[in-house]
Nanobody
Framework: VQLQACGGGLVQAGGYLRLSCAAS????????IDWYRQAPGKQRELVAA???????NYADSVKGRFTISRDNGKNTVYLQMNGLKPEDTAVYYC?????????WGQGTQVTVSS
């Protein structure tokens, strides 16, 4: 499985961005797609996840502001980020979990100015 993430950028606090993660290859094997983020000097953390069946899970810090969704026809998962805060600044990564292995996409930088 190969993943291509995009959609990051610079936005003011309170603004919004939509990240995309397009999967290719053995997409039928993907069980869950996650979005992680890593801020400078911090550990990578799970932000949101969506299963093949559409079940979603969010970190407490983004609940009510971020929405993860998927378009199975396009093999793409989206992360809609509203009400962005400076503490959301990080490199965001998507990950595909097949249950036996995980594949990471390249990161996309999100910077939120105050």
């Amino acid at each position: 499985v190969q993943l291509q993430a995009c959609g990051g950028g610079l936005v003011q606090a309170g603004g919004y961005l939509r990240l995309s993660c397009a999967a290719s290859g053995s997409t039928f094997s993907i069980k869950v797609i996650d979005w992680y983020r890593q801020a400078p000097g911090k550990q990578r953390e799970l932000v949101a996840a969506i299963s093949r069946g559409g079940s979603t899970n969010y970190a407490d810090s983004v609940k009510g502001r971020f929405t993860i969704s998927r378009d199975n026809g396009k093999n793409t998962v989206y992360l809609q980020m509203n009400g962005l805060k400076p503490e959301d600044t990080a490199v965001y990564y998507c990950k595909a979990d097949t249950g036996m292995s995980g594949s990471w996409g390249q990161g996309t930088q999100v910077t939120v100015s105050s």
